[in-house]
């Protein structure tokens, strides 16, 4: 089992940047994705984007290509999700997620093993 905790989310006006950090503990050395994503009131949780962990190949969801950058600190076990342009739109909870093995697609949160708790994301217009 892999914790994650996330930090970073607040409040932000359109077209500001924020940056989202998940700090995994535990089982750290089994990772095969590290994901994020997102769900906002009333609507189902969404892939944002993703690496994966031995390779560094980066995934994103179509609407958040050009404006999110996913990346990764192996020495501090740490992914970052780098979030510019911001639009009302983006507003949601981001929860980072830890995929330990290969057993699907990485945009399907059915792959991943472990969820953080979330981090609030609010832009403004």
């Known amino acids: 089992q892999v914790q994650l905790v996330e930090s970073g989310g607040g409040l932000v006006q359109a077209g500001g940047s924020l940056r989202l950090s998940c700090a995994a503990s535990?089982?750290?050395?089994?990772?095969?994705?590290m994901g994020w994503f997102r769900q906002a009131p009333g609507k189902e949780r969404e892939f944002v984007a993703a690496?994966?962990?031995?390779?560094?190949?980066?995934y994103y969801a179509d609407s958040m290509k050009g404006r999110f950058t996913i990346s990764r600190d192996n020495a501090k076990n740490t992914v970052y999700l780098q979030m510019n342009s911001l639009k009302p739109e983006d507003t949601a909870v981001y929860f980072c997620?830890?995929?330990?093995?290969?057993?699907?697609?990485?945009?399907?949160?059915?792959?991943?093993?472990?969820w953080g708790q979330g981090t609030q994301v609010t832009v403004s217009s």
């Open positions: 535990g089982r750290t050395f089994s990772r095969y994705y």
């Open positions: 690496i994966r962990w031995s390779s560094g190949n980066t």
């Open positions: 997620a830890a995929a330990l093995y290969y057993s699907g697609t990485y945009y399907n949160p059915g792959t991943y093993n472990d």
